[in-house]
Nanobody, 124 residues
Framework: QLQLVESGGGLVQPGGSLRLSCVGSGASLANYAIAWFRQAPGREREGVSCITTSHGVDYEESVKGRFTISRDNAKKTVYLQMNSLKPEDTAVYYC??????????????????WGKGTLITVSS
């Protein structure tokens, strides 16, 4: 069974950068589409970015041009590079996985496995 662990969160000033990592264990990530979600206080969880098994990517509109998702299957890790952070990016960030046979498909629903999240606070 796949297990996911996020890391890299913390406190950062507006305009700063962070890189989140999502490390998988218990199974290869190669057959899983991976997505990053976030949940801010008092708000619903939302999809931020996803990456297909063939490294295709998708971004939520508010993070386009600022966030970059990537994966290294050999390291069983998916990254989310976040630049130009804004206070509204403050949230708990989660990674999630969904197994797929379709290399070009990205998912924000039907996720099978979730990490426990890492908190990002953007504040001066």
């Amino acid at each position: 069974q796949l297990q996911l662990v996020e890391s890299g969160g913390g406190l950062v000033q507006p305009g700063g950068s962070l890189r989140l990592s999502c490390v998988g264990s218990g199974a290869s990530l190669a057959n899983y589409a991976i997505a990053w979600f976030r949940q801010a206080p008092g708000r619903e969880r939302e999809g931020v970015s996803c990456i297909t098994t063939s490294h295709g990517v998708d971004y939520e509109e508010s993070v386009k041009g600022r966030f970059t998702i990537s994966r290294d299957n050999a390291k069983k890790t998916v990254y989310l590079q976040m630049n130009s952070l804004k206070p509204e990016d403050t949230a708990v960030y989660y990674c999630a996985a969904r197994q797929t046979v379709w290399p070009g498909v990205c998912y924000y629903t039907g996720m099978e496995y979730w990490g426990k999240g890492t908190l990002i606070t953007v504040s001066s």
